[in-house]
């Protein structure tokens, strides 16, 4: 898209998205459809367009990675539960060759990861040249969850943001463009998700008991992402926020916002490494 906006949006998302010191998460309309002016259904068909162009990109920051490029994107989905993050992942995700996909969910940290630092694993897990990296949740659930449920003291999770930020920087000086993603739904809409996965034999396996307990707490939470986004909102590692009640617009916007950042990398084709002429006389005499 560009920094200049096409039809049907009237805004581009990484103006449209982009946290800022007016983002109060408190006052979000997660139903919203920020610079959009279409529906469902054309957000719908346009997903399909737009993941196509995607993975054009992607297919060539893949084939550059080959060759020793060292440049990576890295999506980091951070949300409530029933948010969408899984969902984010095979719609648009979906569309990319998963050859050049590097994707990690972070779940409770296990006993090994408990004894390390909370970047351990984070590090672990970042992408090589070439990857398109997808965390379903991160490193900032060691500011939220942490938090909220008091797993460390106030002044290790107090300590974290600063070194959230070292860190995020020292990984985006290295070639990795970061795209922080937080998505919110409201706690109604959370409450719809919740309850189909009390319906459905296909859903049952996404239920958790303890996200109903954790509802409780949606306060704290949203506090908790507020300073989250307050700050960690850097500008080599910036934070967008996608209203995810509507699930057609958070896929299509994320869609949009991939392929900005994609295209302010300027990847091409990389060039032969041989000569085609005399390539294409070897073969036709093999
Ligand atoms: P799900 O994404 O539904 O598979 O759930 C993963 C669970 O792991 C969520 O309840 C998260 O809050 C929890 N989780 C992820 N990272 C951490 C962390 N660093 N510390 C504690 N809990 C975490
Ligand atoms: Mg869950």
Redo the contacts with the bound molecule.
């Keep these: 898209m560009g920094t200049k906006s096409e039809a049907p949006w009237h805004t581009p998302v990484v103006e449209s998205l982009r946290a800022g010191p007016g983002t109060r998460v408190s006052e979000l309309d997660t139903n919203g459809t920020p610079g959009f002016e279409g529906d469902k259904a054309l957000a719908e068909r346009l997903l399909v367009e737009r993941g196509a162009a995607l993975s054009d990109l992607q297919g060539k920051l893949f084939a550059n990675g080959r060759i020793g490029d060292p440049r990576s994107v890295l999506l980091i989905l951070q949300g409530m ?1 029933t948010a969408g ?2 969902g984010m992942v095979r719609h648009v995700i979906g569309h990319v060759d998963p050859q050049g996909v590097d994707h990690t ?5 296990t006993a090994e ?1 408990k004894r390390h630092h ?1 970047l351990w694993r984070i590090v672990k897990a970042l992408p090589r040249g070439g990857q398109l990296g997808v965390f ?4 900032y ?2 500011v ?3 938090r909220v ?1 008091s ?1 460390v003291p106030e002044n290790v999770w107090r300590r974290r943001y600063d070194e959230i930020n070292q860190f995020e920087s020292e990984i985006t000086a290295t070639g990795t463009t970061l795209v922080k993603v937080a998505m919110f739904v409201s706690l109604d809409e959370q409450k719809k998700r919740l309850s189909e996965r009390l319906e459905r034999r296909d859903k049952y396996w ?1 239920y ?1 008991p ?2 109903v307990s ?1 509802r409780a707490l949606w306060p704290q939470y949203q506090e908790a992402y507020q300073d989250m986004l307050d700050k960690t909102n850097t500008e080599n590692a910036p934070w967008y926020v996608i209203p995810c009640d509507r699930k057609w617009y958070s896929r299509i916007a994320v869609t949009e916002l991939l392929i900005d950042v994609f295209e302010r990398l300027d990847l091409d084709w990389p060039d032969p490494t041989f000569d085609i002429e005399v390539e294409k006389r070897r073969l036709a005499k093999a």
Excluded: I, N, Q
Excluded at 136 to 139: E, F, G, L, V
């Design positions: 539960d993050k899984g969910a972070f779940g409770v940290p990861e909370f379903d949740r991160s490193h659930e060691d939220l969850v942490a449920r797993l996404k958790d303890s996200d954790e």
